[in-house]
């Protein structure tokens, strides 16, 4: 039985869940920080932890002679994990409290876990990368941000954990939220919120700290709750890549074309002029479809179905596009990756490059360097990159691709690379600059002469 006093989970109503919005975060931290200890915290102090889940880790927590759940055993679900009291692998949970709707990506922070890191934090609109107060910012910790920094994520929140071991002294947490707000800006973040927390004790997680009345800020769960959705629906390059041509050939609907997908950045409205590509053929925006009812406008990331006034060949892998916002296709992509294949990604190696719903045979023409996280420091010409690497790759691609770049659009700026022998994922790309203080370069053409695939 369990001797908890915590209620029971209530599932939102439709109604209330139809009101509030999504947020997409993403936890970091170095070994021993207490990332898990802190997810487990929010989970079981915002009420967002089923029964059954917290009898079983108070089972866990008793049998290793724990006086109190060990709350890391919410999240650490490997049998790996719970054994060595690590991270290994992106767990993600949902939650959803009266004013919004979470999707968490708790993801490993070991520098050999690198790729998945990557992988958690390349949808989040938020990192809360971890510190502890007794070590301050690290090398990992550097790591993190410049993670953070190479994918966009627009919020990033520095819990500084374990002020019950400092005796919540405001210095500690100062001297830490300093250095590390100075060196992610200098990486153009551009918000960092820091709030000194002990999530063993639960301070200033859900619930306000008495410990450190200097704080004067909101806790994690009050940030979460209410920092800005960062993308703006309708500011964006009004982006629809094709996935299914709809054709019914009914006697309801003989005549029926509609072109399927999921807008993945910015706003379609009905009478818009729009471009199909790469074809480049024009039309209008003859009708909406969206959940099978006619509407007047649609924005990301709703799932639509697009009608033309003309009839145009278009298939899978098509991109629509508002015809005075044309991206320009090149053959020629530059980008930085994030390898997270075992095996090694090689100068002259034949891939497929898929780009939103597009896949195109290519060529690693060039690999000009690999960043090292510790000090952003660049290796020119490493010749291959191996797993966790991340560098700067150039790829010549059969057939041109409409791609924005990275800083643009997070959805139409980024591709994978793909073993065209197995199916395996090779590397996450991000067209154009690494980071956003960096200048912006003109792209560079590059030849191609390999048997089967000189493009």
């Not at 999240?75 to 060595?84: C, I, P, S, V």
């Not at 966790?388 to 700026?413: F, H, M, Q, W």
Request: proline share 5%.
């Amino acid at each position: 039985m369990s001797n908890s006093t915590t209620e029971p989970v209530q599932p939102l109503s439709t109604e209330q869940l139809s009101a509030t919005t999504l947020l997409r975060f993403a936890t970091a931290g170095s070994v021993d920080d207490g990332k898990s200890t802190l997810v487990g915290r929010l989970l079981h102090d915002s009420k967002s932890v089923l029964t059954d889940q917290l009898e079983a880790v108070e089972r866990v927590s008793a049998s290793r002679g724990a006086e109190a759940p060990d709350l890391a055993l919410l999240t650490d679900g490997l049998r790996a994990e719970r054994e060595q009291g690590i991270t290994i692998d992106v767990a993600y949970r949902y939650f959803a409290t009266a004013r919004r709707r979470f999707i968490l990506a708790d993801t490993p922070g070991h520098v050999q876990y690198t790729r998945n890191m990557v992988t958690g934090a390349s949808t989040a609109d938020l990192a809360v990368v971890l510190v502890d107060a007794r070590n301050g910012v690290i090398e990992q910790t550097r790591r993190h941000a410049a993670v953070a920094a190479l994918l966009r994520v627009p919020h990033v929140v520095l819990a500084v954990n374990k002020m019950d071991l400092v005796a919540y002294e405001e210095s500690v947490f100062a001297k830490i939220a300093e250095e590390f707000t100075a060196y992610a800006s200098e990486l153009g973040v551009p918000e960092i919120t820091a709030i000194p927390i002990s999530a063993l004790a639960g301070d200033n997680v859900v619930e306000p700290s008495s410990n450190m009345d200097w704080y004067g800020g909101p806790t994690v769960l009050e940030h979460l709750e209410t920092v800005p959705v960062s993308h703006d629906l309708t500011s964006c390059h009004a982006r629809l890549p094709v996935q299914y041509v709809i054709r019914p050939q009914t006697a309801e609907h003989p005549d029926y074309r509609g072109y399927a997908g999921q807008i993945a950045a910015g706003t379609f409205r009905v009478g818009e002029s729009v471009t199909v590509l790469p074809s480049g053929r024009t039309s209008k925006v003859a009708g909406i479809d969206l959940l099978g009812k006619p509407v007047d406008v649609a924005w990301t990331p709703q799932s639509v179905t697009l009608l033309l006034e003309d009839d145009i060949d278009i298939s899978r892998g098509d991109l629509i596009v508002p015809s005075g916002d044309v991206p320009k296709a090149t053959q020629d992509v530059e980008a930085t990756v994030c390898h997270v294949a075992d095996t090694a990604l090689a100068v002259g190696q034949r891939v497929l490059l898929k780009h939103t719903t597009r896949t195109v045979k290519a060529i690693v023409k060039e690999i000009p360097s690999r960043l090292t996280l510790d000090d952003l420091s660049q290796h020119p010409e490493p010749g291959q990159l191996v797993a966790n690497d991340i560098g700067r790759v150039k790829v010549r691609t059969a057939e041109p691709l409409a791609l924005d770049a990275y800083a643009d659009s997070r959805r139409t700026g980024s591709f994978l690379l793909i073993d065209p022998a197995d199916g395996t994922t090779l590397a996450a790309g991000m067209v154009g600059e690494a980071f956003a203080t960096a200048a912006e370069e003109t792209d560079s053409a590059t030849d191609g002469s390999d048997d089967g695939w000189d493009f």
